[in-house]
């Protein structure tokens, strides 16, 4: 017995030496992608009737036997010729996408493009962000609560409703990456005694991808700005002090044009859905509630119609009369002014987004080709235990997301007055950091409802549960090395 | 004896008349094929197309389309159809198909040529001889109407013989040329050289269908006002409306309505300004809906809407005369069946820059009375701007948007007002029905009736329930979640309380710690 005792010890410490809980969390989270990407049958997220768009732009199209909605389309082709769409939206998705392709050419083939390579060049930068964000919550220990943090991580963002998108043409992916290296550089360059600049152009980089993996995704920089302040605590001088204000102003200019490529058509969708699915979604009569506004109140009849109408409407929403006497005085400024005036109504939206937000599972399409021989629509059930225990679990009201917030911010307020105190910079970084990601966890939904109300909802508030995930992740990874209250000694050297 | 004769006398001819049923019911189901060479978009080829099909439906025939590509050969025999029409909107192409030319030829029914391409057997059958007309402008004149016409590249006219009708004369600007007419009919044969869906053109090729195809009632156009909506200036509406009758012009307006949020205000004023037209002796035509997405199952969809829309008009005494849609709702079997064929009246519009159908089948149908609809604008061609009284030869509505500002109406209303037309007055002429799933509307000279009794409009709808909103309706977890939001809450709130205590306590405590040393 006390031989089996020593064995194991001695196993445990061979184990610690030769396997880090950054490598840990690689491997495991490889093994799941590996599996979920490219073990067969084929899975991925079918298309909900925006992928065209993105496969025109980049250059892709449509091979015949094209399925929407049920099953996921393992192939494309690749446009030969003049392609006059290409290039002429301004997302981070291009990007990959790109590299996916030319992978694609390279080693398969010309004319063909297969999914799976898009899934590839997700996933290696993906698994480079698990590294690192393990890493940073981790370093330096290697004791068995450090291994139980990595297995956490990996439960948490190499759940099925992340990875599977990987397979697809949405944004999700670009969004699970920025986020990863956002919050991993900065709590490593926290805890360095030297700044590592490769970890703050690192830093830059999440934040670029972050605020142009899609255009409502651009006033988001604000709040990054507000979680890179802690960096100014870093760098308190001299040229670097420059540099890292050029790198902000590069992030800002990012965010004003990924917001500003929005289409005028995309924007006319937007305000009239944010109208017809938002401000006129009341028990009372809607009609009334727009009187003396500005918009005729007749418009009130159009509550619940879509832009793209499915079936038979009264008349056209991209008519010019709706767009004069509608869209156009449809402003935000009209927007915020009918919540302020109707806060009933605005909380009643808001609770249906924090309902919402949790979901991070996209049920409405499949996850399953066509020749795998599911159900259409059928749905992958392993490795989903995260986002189904956050989707029913997390409480569903806008209050208390708000209590949470201030709660939060409150303990790791604590550990800011601390190391302020004795010139410490590790947790006045994470304040800075917290709070950022507490703003876009607030105000995301706040926006998501101005800028188009109630309308494929959960998928627009991707970056609520990700920056909620990520606060939460910190809290536990703290409180387990026990330097919530204040920073330890301990060095992170990467 | 006798009475066995006669006996037999009586079974025969009932027999007989039996048989002459069927002959005349087949005769009247007997379909027109349309034939066109192509769409040709450039030169309208499109509209052109669309105003053959509606002319015929308003003639009262229904038609089948087909293009000559796709024409097989022994399609058109004098037992399936009654008539042909050759549409040429594609001069450059000279496109042929033998197999048709050849059953043309064969053919007995009625036969109209529109275009160019008129071959030498055609020509015969017209009992004409062809002159061929290059680079010339011409001018077309009816009595004492006449339109200039754009400038046409080639163009086969007739030269006048004795024994046919002809329809307006093309004139050349040198008046030493001779004269030419532009609709001839010649027995059951008929020829327009062009076709320009709009003004004096088309009232006069309108002539010349509706002489060839025997139904020909002069009748004064409906002055009809479009592009209303639940979204439009009511008050507008209003406005006009009471101009209107002020001027004594008979009117109708074609407007659509919603079958979602009847009980919001908002159409409890639309419908009331509805009301307030039809005491102002204009009449209502449902206008169909715009189809957004639609298919062949979407059939049930456009029953379910078509009906609660006429429904909730009925209700508020809002009572259509008819239905009104774009022309190309005629061509489509959905569209048709579930959307125009409940009315006796159907007014056919222009249609939008690209119709999106159901089930497209090409097989245009008719109703009792198929109103064509014209603009108001086009018809301001006809002379110099000024209109003189037009006398259509088959049903004609004359629409008119809906003006967008107050000089737009002042200038139509002068327009209207000047004009030395006779309008169609629905309250003596009219008799319509509309059927929706459970309810009959009718309009006799102007009274309503419903299900079959007469109905008072008055300027407040009677017998409509006075909508409460109610609060959302209770789903059984919903409380749970509630109450679930609500005992975190407390919990939180009553932990940060808690935690502040302590803060405050444990700083004191720390704070004295350092004070003794």
Redesign the interface.
């Known amino acids: 017995m006390k031989r089996l005792k020593q064995l194991s010890l001695t196993t445990w410490q061979a184990f610690t030496r030769h396997v880090s809980p950054a490598a840990l969390a690689t491997i495991l989270a490889a093994l799941v992608v590996g599996f979920l990407l490219f073990v067969p049958p084929l899975r991925g997220l079918a298309d909900n009737g925006t992928f065209p768009q993105i496969l025109a732009n980049n250059g892709l199209y449509r091979l015949s036997g094209y399925q929407t909605t049920t099953y996921v389309n393992p192939q494309f082709g690749i446009m030969q010729y003049f392609n006059e769409l290409r290039g002429t939206s301004f997302t981070a998705q291009t990007l990959f996408i790109q590299v996916a392709i030319l992978l694609n050419r390279v080693v398969y083939s010309q004319t063909v493009f297969d999914v799976r390579f898009l899934g590839l060049t997700y996933a290696v930068p993906y698994l480079g962000g698990i590294y690192l964000l393990t890493r940073a919550m981790t370093q330096p220990y290697r004791r068995i609560r450090s291994y139980f943090l990595a297995v956490i991580i990996v439960f948490v963002f190499a759940d099925a409703s992340f990875v599977l998108s990987f397979n697809s043409f949405y944004a999700t992916p670009v969004m699970v990456i920025g986020m990863l290296y956002v919050v991993a550089t900065i709590l490593i360059v926290a805890r360095q005694r030297t700044t590592s600049w490769r970890l703050v152009i690192g830093f830059f980089v999440g934040v670029a991808l972050l605020v142009t993996a899609t255009p409502q995704n651009g006033p988001l920089v604000l709040c990054f700005l507000i979680a890179s302040g802690g960096f100014f605590f870093v760098v308190t001088r001299g040229p670097r002090w420059l540099w890292l204000l050029t790198g902000i102003l590069v992030v800002l200019a990012l965010g004003g044009l990924s917001y500003t490529s929005l289409s005028r058509e995309q924007r006319a969708v937007n305000r009239y859905q944010s109208f017809t699915h938002g401000v006129l979604t009341q ?6 509630a727009i009187a003396h506004s500005g918009i ?9 119609e ?1 832009y ?9 929403p991209n008519s010019r ?2 767009h004069q ?1 509608l869209l156009q005085r449809y402003t935000v400024g009209w927007v915020s002014r009918y919540y302020i005036q109707h806060p009933r109504q605005f909380m009643t939206l808001l609770n249906l987004a924090a ?1 919402d937000m949790m979901m991070t599972q996209n049920k409405s399409v499949g996850d399953y080709q066509k020749v795998a021989g599911k159900a259409p629509g059928a749905q992958v059930t392993i490795f989903t235990g995260f986002s189904a225990i956050a989707g029913s679990f997390f ?3 806008f ?2 997301n708000l ?2 917030v ?2 939060l911010l ?1 303990v790791f307020a ?1 550990g800011f007055y601390n190391d302020l105190r004795v010139q410490r910079v590790a947790s006045v970084v994470r304040f800075f950091l917290v709070c950022g990601l507490l703003l876009i966890f607030i105000s995301v939904p706040v926006m998501a409802i101005i800028d188009g109300g109630t309308t494929e909802l959960a998928q627009r508030l991707l970056m609520v549960p990700l920056s909620i995930d990520m606060v939460l992740l910190i809290f536990l990874a703290d409180m387990l090395n026990h330097r919530l209250w204040h920073t330890d000694d301990a060095e992170t050297g990467v | 004896m006798r009475k066995w004769w006669s006996g037999l006398l009586v079974i025969l001819s009932l027999l007989g008349g039996l048989w002459g049923l069927g002959q005349t019911a087949q005769a009247a189901t007997r379909r027109v094929l349309i034939v066109y060479d192509a769409l040709n978009s450039k030169q309208q080829g499109q509209t052109k197309l669309d105003a053959v099909q509606r002319l015929l439906a308003s003639a009262g025939v229904q038609t089948r389309t087909e293009q000559l590509t796709t024409y097989r050969a022994g399609q058109l025999t004098s037992r399936h159809y009654q008539g042909v029409v050759t549409l040429n909107n594609w001069p450059a192409g000279h496109l042929k198909n033998a197999a048709f030319i050849r059953d043309r030829d064969a053919f007995t029914g009625k036969q109209l040529h529109i275009g160019s391409g008129l071959d030498a057997t055609e020509a015969r059958q017209l009992r004409s001889k062809r002159v061929a007309v290059r680079h010339q402008q011409f001018l077309l004149k009816n009595r004492r109407d006449w339109q200039l016409l754009p400038f046409s590249e080639n163009i086969t006219l007739l030269k006048p013989t004795r024994g046919a009708h002809n329809f307006g004369t093309l004139t050349r600007q040198r008046a030493s040329l001779p004269d030419h007419p532009y609709g001839t009919v010649v027995g059951k044969h008929g020829y327009l050289p062009y076709l320009e869906p709009k003004g004096l053109s088309l009232l006069v090729a309108m002539q010349t269908i509706a002489a060839l195809f025997g139904k020909q009632r002069t009748q004064a156009p409906l002055l009809t006002i479009t592009g209303v ?6 008050k507008r509406v209003r406005q006009l409306a009471r101009q209107l009758s002020a001027a004594d012009i008979p009117f109708a307006l074609s407007t ?3 079958a ?2 009847t ?5 409890t ?2 419908t009331k300004t509805l009301r307030f037209v039809e005491q102002q002796q204009g009449v209502i035509f449902l206008q169909a ?6 298919n062949a199952q ?1 059939g049930n ?2 029953e379910q ?1 078509m009906v609660a829309e006429l429904n909730q008009l009925g209700q508020r005494q809002v009572i259509p005369v008819g239905i009104s849609a774009p022309a190309y709702w005629n061509q489509d079997q959905i569209l048709r069946r579930y959307g125009l064929q409940r009315a006796r009246d159907v007014l056919l519009l222009p249609n939008p820059a690209t119709p999106t159908f159901a089930k497209q089948d090409n097989l245009g149908g008719t109703v009792k009375t198929t109103w064509y609809g014209m603009t108001w604008h086009s018809l301001q061609t006809v002379r110099n701007g000024q209109t003189q009284q037009i006398t259509p030869a088959l049903p004609t509505a004359v629409t008119v948007q809906l003006p ?1 500002s107050a000089k737009q109406e002042a200038a139509l209303l002068q327009q209207l007002r000047r004009a030395n037309v006779t309008w169609y007055a629905p309250q003596k002429q009219m008799r319509s029905r509309v059927v929706s799933a459970s309810a009959t509307f009718g309009y006799h000279k102007g009274t309503y009736y419903l299900n079959g009794s007469p109905v008072k409009v008055r300027s407040e709808a009677t017998g409509v329930p006075n909508y409460h ?4 309706n209770f789903v059984a977890l919903s409380r749970y ?1 509630k109450i ?2 609500w005992i ?2 407390t919990f ?2 009553i ?2 309380i808690v ?1 502040g205590i302590f ?1 405050f306590l444990g700083r004191r405590i720390y704070r004295r710690m350092f004070m003794r040393k």
């Open positions: 028990d009372t009569d809607a009609s009334q005729s109140r007749q418009y009130g009849l159009m509550k619940g879509d793209y109408p499915t079936a038979f409407t009264a008349k056209r009369s709706v006497q309902s409480p569903r009201r209050a208390f209590l949470l201030v709660a409150m604590v | 909506t639940p979204y439009s200036n009511l659509t309505s919603v979602n949020n009980s919001m205000r908002a159409f004023r639309f809906p715009v189809v957004g997405a639609a979407s969809t456009l809407l967008t909103f109610e609060r959302k979640f679930q939001g975190l809450m939180f709130v932990t940060t935690l803060l």
